[in-house]
Nanobody, 115 residues
Framework: QVQLVESGGGLVQPGGSLRLSCAASGSIFGLDRMTWNRQAPGKQRELVAAITRGGNTNYADSVKGRFTISEDNAKNTVYLQMNSLKPEDSAVYYC?????????WGQGTQVTVSS
């Protein structure tokens, strides 16, 4: 059973940066899309960024120009570089890897932006 393990979360001041990583424990057959999502207390989970195996990306309007999603196919890993962080970016961040047959989710990593 493939598992996703996230890392890189933590406490950062407004304007700071963090880089999240999500590594799959094995190969996912037919993997064609990877996403980062976040959920703040009392709010619904929302899509933050997505990348296809072809390298196409899309972002939530709230993070465009500040966040960058990327992948390393050889390492079965997806990254989220977050710059110019704001307090409203505070949430638990979840990675998601999608094949035609199932979704895989990580356990989440906390990001807190506060002075």
């Amino acid at each position: 059973q493939v598992q996703l393990v996230e890392s890189g979360g933590g406490l950062v001041q407004p304007g700071g940066s963090l880089r999240l990583s999500c590594a799959a424990s094995g190969s996912i057959f037919g993997l064609d899309r990877m996403t980062w999502n976040r959920q703040a207390p009392g709010k619904q989970r929302e899509l933050v960024a997505a990348i296809t195996r072809g390298g196409n990306t899309n972002y939530a309007d709230s993070v465009k120009g500040r966040f960058t999603i990327s992948e390393d196919n050889a390492k079965n890993t997806v990254y989220l570089q977050m710059n110019s962080l704001k307090p409203e970016d505070s949430a638990v961040y979840y990675c998601n890897m999608i094949s035609p047959w199932r979704d895989y989710w990580g356990q989440g990593t906390q990001v807190t932006v506060s002075s």
